[in-house]
């Protein structure tokens, strides 16, 4: 008589003790969900997730570049020195600044650059700014990391043309670079060493904080009106189907004459038209070239990978034609070469005058 309330009491009890249980579980396992998003998504991207793209308020196919991103101060510093080093070349007078030029969009004005006992070389140069970013290197994506070009670019005939056996021991002779190498590596001087520095210069070289940028951060005022229409007919044009990603390019390959023969038209057809081919021998992939980045582009001219193109509007005609076959009111160019124009970033070496 006295047991049945006490054991009815007593199971209610267990009953309700168990649904706290599952109450507190549900809690927990929120709060470890939310914990773990928190680690896994970092406030500066780091090296090692440059490509990865940030989550911003808006869905665009274009995303901001990070405003900060964790690197070696002291390598870069190293890097930086080796970059402007003239002493990286054959006649101790091309350095990688000879043709990347800092304060003018990362490369230079002309449509081939001059390169080691005045060799001319056969495409464009391409600029140093935001490079990391891009998946693949140069116009036809030979390189994958920014090392494996550094490495080239030191001994190639037509950049800085020094062999490797030539210039460790000339380095290891100058005391500062010594010096500088035992600080920043255990082995000091070594071919992996100088590529790993200037590669991590280059990381450095990134261009935040554009206009645009503040736009896909929310900052509606950051562009104006007509640069706005600008980027909605990039996107409505369909440029952005390939010039997209946080680098409005640079992540994929396209033929350059999809909608016309463009190297008919231009004549005098070279081996570096030839674009992804000469790396992969495929008949395909004959006049293929990697989507250019976007990004500082009213500063990069001349355009294209044979440097024709000296401004930006002409670039877009040319562009619709042979990209797009289609040919838009000069109104249209207009406005999409205002919004490219805010794509340019900051860095304190761009921005430097
Ligand atoms: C003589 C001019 C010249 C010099 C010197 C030179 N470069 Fe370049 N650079 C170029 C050209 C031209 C290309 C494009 C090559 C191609 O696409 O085939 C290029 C491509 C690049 C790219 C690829 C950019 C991209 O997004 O595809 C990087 C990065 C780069 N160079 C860094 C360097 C570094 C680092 C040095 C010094 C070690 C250097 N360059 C020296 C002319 C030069
Ligand atoms: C089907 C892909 C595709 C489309 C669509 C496209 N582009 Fe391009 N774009 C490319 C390729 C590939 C190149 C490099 C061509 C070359 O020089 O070999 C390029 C180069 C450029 C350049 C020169 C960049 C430089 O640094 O030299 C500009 C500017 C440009 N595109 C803007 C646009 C605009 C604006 C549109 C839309 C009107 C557009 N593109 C549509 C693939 C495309």
Redesign the pocket.
């Known amino acids: 008589m006295y047991q049945k309330p006490s054991m009815k009491f007593s199971f209610i009890n267990r009953q309700i003790l168990r649904r706290l249980y599952l109450v507190a579980l549900v809690i927990l396992a929120t709060l470890i969900a939310i914990w773990c998003e928190q680690v896994q998504t970092p406030k500066s991207v780091t090296v090692t997730s440059l490509t990865q793209p940030e989550k911003v308020l808006v869905d665009e196919p274009i995303q901001p570049i990070p405003l900060k991103i964790a690197l070696n101060q002291s390598k870069v510093g190293l890097g930086e020195k080796l970059?402007r080093e003239p002493r990286?070349s054959a006649d101790n007078r091309?350095?990688?600044l000879?043709?990347?030029h800092l304060n003018t969009g990362g490369a230079d004005e002309v449509a081939f650059?001059?390169?080691v006992n005045r060799t001319v070389?056969n495409?464009?140069?391409?600029?140093?700014y935001n490079?990391a970013f891009?998946p693949s290197?140069?116009?036809?994506g030979?390189f994958k990391t920014?090392e494996a070009?550094?490495e080239v670019?030191?001994q190639n005939p037509?950049?800085?043309g020094i062999d490797w056996q030539v210039l460790i021991p000339k380095l290891q002779q100058t005391p500062e670079y010594m010096q500088a190498f035992t600080q920043n590596y255990a082995d000091g001087v070594t071919k992996a060493n100088v590529n790993d520095a200037?590669a991590t210069y280059?990381r450095s070289l990134y261009t935040p904080n554009s206009r645009f940028d503040q736009y896909l951060r929310g900052n509606q005022k950051a562009i104006t009106e007509e640069e706005k229409e600008g980027y909605r007919l990039f996107k409505a044009y369909g440029c952005v189907s390939c010039h997209q990603g946080m680098n409005l390019g640079?992540n994929l390959y396209e033929k350059f004459g999809l909608m016309g023969d463009y190297f008919r038209e231009r004549g005098n057809v070279k081996y570096a038209d030839l674009g992804r081919y000469n790396v992969t021998q495929n008949e395909a992939d004959k006049f293929v070239f990697r989507v250019p980045?976007l990004r500082n582009v009213a500063l990069t001219y001349p355009y294209f990978?044979d440097g024709s193109v000296k401004t930006l509007e002409e670039a877009i005609k040319v562009m619709t034609k042979y990209q797009l076959g289609r040919s838009l009111s000069q109104k249209d160019i207009e406005s999409i070469a205002l919004f490219l124009g805010t794509l340019t970033g900051e860095h304190p070496a761009l921005n430097q005058k």
Do not use: Q, R
């Not at 495409?123 to 140093?128: G, S």
């Not at 290197?137 to 036809?140: M, Q």
């Open positions: 970059f990286l091309v350095s990688c000879s043709c990347h650059s001059i390169g070389g495409v464009n140069t391409p600029t140093v490079a891009n290197l140069n116009w036809n030979k920014l070009l550094t670019a030191i037509t950049d800085m200037i280059l640079g980045s990978h």
